[in-house]
């Protein structure tokens, strides 16, 4: 009977003992995955800027055809082939940040829409300010001020440059625009009452088909005409004619995914610094004269 008792005694213990260290184990377990809970939220990024800190790495996007900005210099292979002075820029921050920089070339609505998806860190792709992108995303501040007011025009066939001194005179032009850009909002407010607007991808697109006569002229950034048409005899800037800009568009800029403050606060800490240096305005020189001798239209 005793030793019945005493077997009993012993099972019911040894039951005891295993549920307690059952429960012990689970709440061991419990506290480990508490512990790295808190680890990896601590882990986790704040911010767009912390996330390109702690992963190591740049994303810029930029539609690389668009002289002396950024361009191709097809001798050189990999990110080496993006060139420009908004490369240097690019290179300039990612050393600045202490990270690596990714260039991730697009056409220019996919520079755009890349950034309001926030699929990449920065569009860095001469970006003029319009308040449709203003509401997309965060704007930097200008970094790029060209001292003459005449920034934008239209390139023509040499034979037509001087056709077109006003708005009233494109009446029955068939006019060509990067679609996206703040040339093609140029067009749709200032010359109202044109033939035909049509839009590409990019502006040297629109260039060629005026070269091949199936535009009359197509709007743009006078300097980056002017290259193209050293390269390509038979098209010119238009004389006279010019789009008038409003203070508000003044200034290059940086796109950044919108309510991304941290980012945006750095990044124009760092145009600070290159406006006061004026440094990205020799860059400018220099790589317009680069693609001068390039031949890049």
């Known amino acids: 009977m005793k030793k019945t008792i005493s077997i009993t005694l012993a099972a019911a213990l040894a039951a005891s003992s295993l549920m307690m260290?059952?429960?012990?184990?689970?709440?061991?377990?419990?506290?480990a995955?508490?512990?790295?809970?808190?680890?990896?939220?601590?882990?986790?990024?704040?911010n767009r800027l912390e996330e390109i800190l702690q992963r190591g790495y740049l994303e810029v996007a930029t539609e690389p055809y668009f002289a002396p900005y950024e361009f191709i210099d097809s001798s050189k292979k990999g990110d080496e082939?993006?060139?420009?002075?908004?490369i240097e820029m690019a290179k300039y921050i990612a050393d600045k940040l202490g990270v690596e920089l990714k260039i991730v070339p697009l056409e220019f609505a996919a520079v755009l829409s890349s950034i309001t998806e926030g699929k990449y860190d920065l569009?860095?792709?001469?970006?003029?300010?319009?308040?449709?992108?203003?509401?997309?995303?965060?704007?930097?501040?200008?970094?790029?001020?060209?001292?003459?007011?005449?920034?934008?025009?239209?390139?023509?066939?040499?034979?037509?440059?001087?056709?077109?001194?006003d708005a009233a005179s494109l009446k029955d032009a068939v006019v060509v625009c990067?679609?996206?850009?703040?040339?093609?909002?140029?067009?749709?407010e200032q010359?109202?009452?044109?033939?035909?607007?049509?839009?590409?991808?990019?502006?040297?697109?629109?260039?060629?088909?005026?070269?091949?006569?199936?535009?009359?002229?197509?709007?743009?950034?006078?300097?980056?005409?002017?290259?193209?048409?050293?390269?390509?005899?038979?098209?010119?800037?238009?004389?006279?004619?010019?789009?008038?800009?409003?203070?508000?568009?003044?200034?290059?800029?940086?796109?950044?995914?919108?309510?991304?403050?941290?980012?945006?606060?750095?990044?124009?800490?760092?145009?600070?610094?290159l406006v006061e240096s004026r440094k990205y305005d020799k860059w400018y020189e220099e790589y317009g004269e680069y693609a001068k001798t390039l031949g890049v239209n």
């Open 123 to 165: 569009a860095i792709s001469a970006l003029a300010y319009t308040p449709a992108r203003a509401e997309a995303m965060n704007l930097s501040n200008g970094y790029r001020y060209d001292d003459e007011a005449e920034l934008y025009g239209l390139l023509v066939k040499e034979d037509k440059k001087a056709d077109y001194p």
């Open 191 to 273: 010359i109202p009452e044109c033939k035909e607007v049509k839009r590409v991808s990019a502006t040297t697109d629109g260039f060629l088909m005026v070269s091949e006569g199936k535009a009359d002229v197509a709007a743009t950034e006078i300097t980056t005409a002017e290259l193209y048409a050293a390269q390509n005899p038979g098209v010119v800037v238009a004389d006279n004619f010019r789009f008038t800009v409003d203070e508000s568009t003044q200034g290059t800029r940086i796109g950044i995914p919108k309510g991304e403050t941290e980012l945006t606060d750095r990044i124009n800490e760092i145009i600070g610094e």
């Open 81 to 86: 082939q993006y060139v420009g002075s908004d």
């Open 178 to 188: 990067q679609s996206g850009s703040l040339q093609e909002l140029f067009v749709t």
């Open 21 to 31: 260290g059952g429960c012990s184990g689970a709440a061991g377990a419990n506290a």
């Open 33 to 46: 995955q508490a512990d790295n809970g808190k680890t990896e939220a601590a882990a986790k990024p704040a």
